[in-house]
């Protein structure tokens, strides 16, 4: 039975109205269902880089500094920041390497306030939260530097630039 010209219209303006609806849910739903890449373990002789809240190079760090605020003041990063490590194949440079021997990577910030800060990554993949408790600068530039473990004459670390941010401003 023919249609008319209005209402094959009609069916076709339904048609997309609905593949209009759908396609953006499919992709949200794909979106949410994406899986994450699996931790790997560290290993010797691996090509990686550092990530400081999922920036290999001029990362921003969130701290609150409440009250007056001088070049010396610290204070601490806020919820929800983090670092991490991934290895990249083929190598790239820049590029930290865990030499002959590098089973860990230890992270860093390189202030004077953060010297015995740390944070220990046996795998790859594996964000780690930039603790609360730190005491970081309240502003300025500064890095946080990747360093493979043990250590052997191969082994080169990895830094990431980052800017402290004071939201107490």
Request: net charge neutral; proline share 11%; with cysteine.
């Amino acid at each position: 039975m023919p249609h008319s010209p209005a209402a094959r219209r009609l069916a076709v303006a339904a048609t997309l109205a609905l593949g209009a609806a759908v396609v953006p849910a499919l992709t949200a739903a794909t979106a949410a269902t994406a899986v994450a890449q699996d931790p790997i373990p560290i290993t010797p002789n691996t090509a990686f880089v550092g990530l400081v809240n999922g920036k290999t190079a001029d990362a921003v760090v969130t701290v609150v500094c409440p009250g007056p605020v001088t070049s010396t003041s610290v204070g601490h990063p806020i919820e929800g920041q983090t670092a991490e490590v991934r290895s990249i194949v083929p190598p790239v440079t820049p590029s930290g390497f865990t030499g002959s021997q590098g089973r860990q990577i230890v992270a860093g910030f390189d202030s004077a306030s953060t010297a015995s800060q740390a944070i220990v990554f046996s795998s790859y993949f594996a964000p780690a939260a930039i603790p609360t408790t730190w005491l970081l600068p309240c502003g300025g530039s500064g890095a946080m530097t990747f360093v493979p473990e043990p250590t052997s004459p191969t082994a080169r670390s990895y830094t990431v630039k980052v800017t402290f941010l004071n939201i107490a401003n």
